[in-house]
């Protein structure tokens, strides 16, 4: 079975830093596509970072130049570095294999201002 666990959310003063991590089971992890997604309640999860599985990115407009997502594949886990945090980044973080639309179930990253 696939498993996504997501840790390192939490409470940061704006301009402040945090780093996400999503650890995988169930899969060839080093095959597979991994993205960042976001969600505030009322609102559409939207996409925050992808990485393939040979490492090129993309990122959302709203992130690019703060946010890099990396992989690590010897421990089947991908990051998400949030660096210059503002208040309009407070949601709820999730992880994502990308191809096979598995979900992990979030963590709440709030930023205060």
């Known amino acids: 079975q696939v498993q996504l666990v997501e840790s390192g959310g939490g409470l940061v003063q704006a301009g402040g830093s945090l780093r996400l991590s999503c650890a995988a089971s169930g899969i060839i992890f080093r095959l597979y596509a991994m993205g960042w997604y976001r969600q505030v309640p009322g609102e559409q999860r939207e996409l925050v970072a992808t990485?393939?599985?040979?490492?090129?990115?993309r990122y959302a407009d709203s992130v690019k130049g703060r946010f890099t997502i990396s992989r690590d594949n010897a421990k089947n886990t991908v990051y998400l570095q949030m660096n210059s945090l503002k208040a309009e980044d407070t949601a709820v973080y999730y992880c994502?294999?990308?191809?096979?639309?598995?979900w992990g179930k979030g963590t709440l990253v709030t930023v205060s201002s």
């Open positions: 990485i393939s599985s040979l490492g090129n990115t």
């Open positions: 994502n294999v990308q191809s096979i639309a598995y």
